[in-house]
């Protein structure tokens, strides 16, 4: 566990460091705990209703969003 805290410590950071000079940075974290929150509450309501089926649809879709945001990067 403490492990995981390290890297998810060095993961945050990292993403400070990306952030634009121009953006604040309760804005810009706002956005990143918003993000984490919509994606597991996606998740878990996705797997409520359809375990096996949608968890692996739901898994395709951020696959391909992360492919999409990648590529445009």
Same mark, same amino acid.
């Given at each position: 566990? @403490?492990?995981?805290?390290?890297?998810?410590? !060095?993961?945050?950071?990292?993403? @400070?460091? *990306?952030?634009?000079? *121009?953006?604040?940075?309760?804005?810009?974290?706002?956005?990143?705990?918003?993000?984490?929150?919509?994606?597991?509450?996606?998740?878990?309501?996705?797997a409520?209703?359809?375990?096996?089926?949608?968890?692996? !649809?739901?898994?395709?879709?951020?696959?391909?969003? @992360?492919?999409?945001?990648?590529?445009?990067?």
């Amino acid at each position: 566990m @403490g492990l995981v805290g390290l890297l998810a410590v !060095l993961h945050v950071y990292a993403h @400070g460091l *990306e952030m634009p000079d *121009e953006q604040t940075a309760i804005y810009y974290g706002s956005g990143f705990v918003l993000t984490t929150v919509l994606l597991h509450i996606t998740g878990i309501v996705l797997a409520t209703f359809h375990q096996v089926l949608l968890s692996r !649809l739901s898994g395709l879709m951020i696959t391909l969003t @992360g492919l999409y945001l990648a590529s445009t990067t």
